[in-house]
């Protein structure tokens, strides 16, 4: 799940740039730490051994703690588990309504590499904090142009991943029974890769064999991003592992594990089914199958349906002013294509706050249709506002303009229109 992670640079920029405390910060020392950043080259590494070398000169810095927030961010870049552990739980601690989710979830994940229990009874509020953190955001309205199934989606992992963390962190502090509980918990919360590994974990360690074989089969054919091969090679050898010294050969394991793969898909479309009652267009690979709503509540439109035409799709917000620009310019170019019918403009918003969109688009007098983008956006990966895409007769990507050049704006569109229209 993508938490909005903060690079370390951009951090480190922000607070480089700011004032520091009057007569705190000497010029020397200002100095020498912009150029310690400024020759660190967008390294993580190199940026953390020149900001701890300043730190290693400069111990009473009035700077400490904005450096040591940039490091633990650096740190996370760098993959760098002790300095995550050290720079991120001084800052958490200095931070106690930080809910910075990568955080949280990095440092305590970090602590817990080891079974070390007293690394692990460090790790537990940590992990009950980020929990905290998870419900507290998952109650917001969607973020980032997620749809409300997709938002849905997104919080499950969250709560499912935390719960991971608790159970792990309180089993290795010495409570293996508390952490089957709390594994089950994150299962139920979303049947994924990680919950299904937890659950077996803590049922191999009880020795409830049957239970730790079920579930180590689950973690082998759930379907979804497995990452590393050697990971899913380690499933495998458990199960093999476990299933012999219940069944004294691998015998029988191949249907126990077709058997495994059916139960998991089905889990799969069952869940599915319940987020589609939010948000029909989840899970969705095609873009052809998205439907999106009209925001004056009176329908949707399937893509499906423009099949044979060249679609222009123009994704704008509210509170995009070169949109407000741009809109004009590409009402001039729908009447050039005035009596094409084989030509489509459609107006997405992409606002995060629906409540506003109705008011603004009367305010303007628009006399089109308009759309929310249910999820569009993200299916087209729209990383900034204005955008417009634009789709060939057989609904692939034929354009993608980030942006616009004013002056040549008109006739760059026209013109990709019509490349559209000859595929």
């Given at each position: 799940?993508?938490?909005?992670?903060?690079?370390?640079?951009?951090?480190?920029?922000?607070?480089a740039q700011a004032p520091a405390p009057a007569g705190a910060v000497g010029e020397q020392e200002q100095a020498e730490?912009?150029?310690?950043?400024?020759?660190?080259?967008?390294?993580?590494?190199?940026?953390?051994?020149?900001?701890?070398?300043?730190?290693?000169?400069?111990?009473?810095?009035?700077?400490?703690?904005?450096?040591?927030?940039?490091?633990?961010?650096?740190?996370?870049?760098?993959?760098?588990?002790?300095?995550?552990?050290?720079?991120?739980?001084?800052?958490?601690?200095?931070?106690?309504?930080?809910?910075?989710?990568?955080?949280?979830?990095?440092?305590?994940?970090?602590?817990?590499?080891?079974?070390?229990?007293?690394?692990?009874?460090?790790?537990?509020?940590?992990?009950?904090?980020?929990?905290?953190?998870?419900?507290?955001?998952?109650?917001?309205?969607?973020?980032?142009?997620?749809?409300?199934?997709?938002?849905?989606?997104?919080?499950?992992?969250?709560?499912?991943?935390?719960?991971?963390?608790?159970?792990?962190?309180?089993?290795?502090?010495?409570?293996?029974?508390?952490?089957?509980?709390?594994?089950?918990?994150?299962?139920?919360?979303?049947?994924?890769?990680?919950?299904?590994?937890?659950?077996?974990?803590?049922?191999?360690?009880?020795?409830?064999?049957?239970?730790?074989?079920?579930?180590?089969?689950?973690?082998?054919?759930?379907?979804?991003?497995?990452?590393?091969?050697?990971?899913?090679?380690?499933?495998?050898?458990?199960?093999?592992?476990?299933?012999?010294?219940?069944?004294?050969?691998?015998?029988?394991?191949?249907?126990?594990?077709?058997?495994?793969?059916?139960?998991?898909?089905?889990?799969?479309?069952?869940?599915?089914?319940?987020?589609?009652?939010?948000?029909?267009?989840?899970?969705?690979?095609?873009?052809?199958?998205?439907?999106?709503?009209?925001?004056?509540?009176?329908?949707?439109?399937?893509?499906?349906?423009?099949?044979?035409?060249?679609?222009?799709?123009?994704?704008?917000?509210?509170?995009?002013?070169?949109?407000?620009?741009?809109?004009?310019?590409?009402?001039?170019?729908?009447?050039?294509?005035?009596?094409?019918?084989?030509?489509?403009?459609?107006?997405?918003?992409?606002?995060d706050d629906h409540g506003v969109v109705g008011q603004f688009v009367k305010e303007m007098k628009w006399d089109h249709?308009?759309?929310?983008?249910?999820?569009?956006?993200?299916?087209?990966?729209?990383?900034?506002?204005?955008?417009?895409?634009?789709?060939?007769?057989?609904?692939?990507?034929?354009?993608?303009?980030?942006?616009?050049?004013?002056?040549?704006?008109?006739?760059?569109?026209?013109?990709?229109?019509?490349?559209?229209?000859?595929?």
């Amino acid at each position: 799940m993508r938490w909005f992670a903060i690079g370390f640079l951009a951090v480190s920029a922000a607070w480089a740039q700011a004032p520091a405390p009057a007569g705190a910060v000497g010029e020397q020392e200002q100095a020498e730490l912009s150029k310690a950043i400024g020759e660190s080259t967008g390294s993580p590494v190199d940026f953390i051994r020149a900001v701890e070398k300043h730190l290693e000169k400069y111990p009473q810095t009035a700077l400490r703690p904005q450096i040591e927030k940039s490091l633990a961010q650096a740190a996370m870049e760098a993959n760098d588990s002790a300095r995550i552990v050290q720079y991120g739980v001084r800052l958490l601690q200095a931070e106690p309504a930080n809910a910075d989710l990568p955080l949280l979830d990095r440092v305590t994940r970090a602590l817990l590499e080891t079974d070390d229990a007293e690394a692990a009874k460090k790790a537990l509020p940590l992990a009950k904090r980020y929990g905290a953190a998870v419900e507290a955001r998952g109650a917001h309205a969607p973020e980032g142009h997620l749809s409300a199934g997709q938002w849905a989606e997104e919080v499950s992992k969250g709560r499912a991943r935390a719960l991971v963390l608790e159970a792990r962190a309180t089993g290795n502090a010495g409570n293996p029974e508390e952490a089957a509980k709390i594994a089950q918990r994150a299962w139920e919360a979303q049947a994924n890769l990680e919950s299904a590994r937890e659950v077996a974990r803590w049922a191999a360690r009880l020795n409830r064999t049957a239970v730790a074989i079920e579930f180590y089969a689950n973690a082998f054919t759930v379907e979804e991003g497995r990452g590393a091969e050697s990971d899913r090679a380690k499933d495998r050898a458990r199960l093999g592992d476990l299933y012999v010294k219940a069944h004294g050969s691998e015998k029988g394991l191949g249907d126990l594990i077709l058997q495994s793969y059916d139960r998991m898909a089905a889990m799969r479309a069952e869940h599915l089914a319940k987020i589609r009652l939010m948000d029909p267009n989840i899970g969705l690979t095609e873009l052809a199958d998205f439907r999106i709503p009209e925001v004056d509540g009176t329908g949707t439109l399937s893509l499906a349906s423009l099949k044979g035409k060249a679609v222009v799709m123009d994704f704008w917000a509210t509170w995009c002013g070169p949109c407000r620009v741009q809109h004009p310019m590409i009402e001039n170019v729908k009447k050039r294509f005035g009596k094409s019918d084989d030509v489509v403009f459609l107006s997405v918003d992409a606002d995060d706050d629906h409540g506003v969109v109705g008011q603004f688009v009367k305010e303007m007098k628009w006399d089109h249709k308009v759309y929310y983008d249910a999820g569009l956006g993200v299916m087209l990966k729209i990383g900034s506002i204005p955008t417009i895409v634009v789709l060939d007769k057989t609904g692939r990507i034929s354009s993608r303009m980030t942006g616009f050049i004013p002056d040549r704006f008109e006739d760059m569109l026209a013109q990709r229109i019509e490349d559209a229209r000859k595929n």
